[in-house]
């Protein structure tokens, strides 16, 4: 069973920055599609970004341009990350990692793991 841990959430006043980082348990990363959603309350889960194992990213259009996602599988890394700039109080919303074996879906029924998320929060 894969784990996913994800860190780096919290509060950010409108036009800071913050970086999530997501910890898989097993050396997935690099071979399973890993992507980050966001859910806010009264709204449905929203895949926001992608990297697929052969590295082709993918972004949803309101985060293009100011997210980037990234990955370090390298020797005993097995992180993924969502670098996020230029927030604004429509980001705010619990952002969950999750990975999937099969191909890219933005069907969140498709993603077999998921990180328990972290809060973000961009406030003044």
């Known amino acids: 069973q894969v784990q996913l841990v994800e860190s780096g959430g919290g509060l950010v006043q409108p036009g800071g920055s913050l970086r999530l980082s997501c910890e898989a348990s097993?050396?997935?990363?690099?071979?399973?599609?890993m992507g980050w959603y966001r859910q806010a309350p009264g709204k449905q889960r929203e895949l926001v970004a992608a990297i697929t194992g052969g590295g082709s990213t993918n972004y949803a259009d309101s985060v293009n341009g100011r997210f980037t996602i990234s990955r370090d599988n390298a020797k005993t890394k097995n992180t993924v990350y969502l670098q996020m700039n230029s927030l604004t109080s429509e980001d705010t919303a619990v952002y969950y990692c999750a990975a999937t074996g099969r191909s890219l879906s933005t069907d969140y029924r498709q993603w077999d793991y998921w990180g328990q998320g972290t809060q973000v929060t961009v406030s003044s």
């Open positions: 097993s050396r997935i990363v690099g071979i399973y599609t």
